[in-house]
Nanobody, 124 residues
Framework: QVQLVESGGGLVQAGGSLRLSCAASGRTFSRNAMGWFRQAPGKDREFVAAISGSGAITNYADSVKGRFTISRDNAKNTVNLQMNSLKPEEQAVYYC?????????????????WGQGTQVTVSS
């Protein structure tokens, strides 16, 4: 059984920064690609960033390139998302997901396990 627990969300002003973390347990973490997604009320869950099991390959949504950075620490079974220059429209619940078989892809359907999410609120 895989468990993912996100943390680090909160309230930040537009232009500010937050660092999200996702702690994983129950599986050989370093073998699996991990992704961050977000979901605003009434909208579909959308891709933000993903990283391969080794950390060598990363993938970002165009809207966050240059502002967000995904990283992982396999010794600690964690994946992080550094978010800079946040915008009000990026307010959402942020989720981390684990892809059992594939790479750091953008499709939400490729991820098999999810955390409970962490709320990010960006005030204008």
């Amino acid at each position: 059984q895989v468990q993912l627990v996100e943390s680090g969300g909160g309230l930040v002003q537009a232009g500010g920064s937050l660092r999200l973390s996702c702690a994983a347990s129950g599986r050989t973490f370093s073998r699996n690609a991990m992704g961050w997604f977000r979901q605003a009320p009434g909208k579909d869950r959308e891709f933000v960033a993903a990283i391969s099991g080794s950390g060598a390959i990363t993938n970002y949504a165009d809207s966050v390139k240059g502002r967000f950075t995904i990283s992982r620490d396999n010794a600690k079974n964690t994946v992080n998302l550094q978010m800079n220059s946040l915008k009000p429209e990026e307010q959402a619940v942020y989720y981390c997901g684990l892809n059992r078989f594939g790479g750091p892809v953008k499709s939400v359907n490729e991820y098999d396990y999810w955390g409970q999410g962490t709320q990010v609120t960006v005030s204008s």
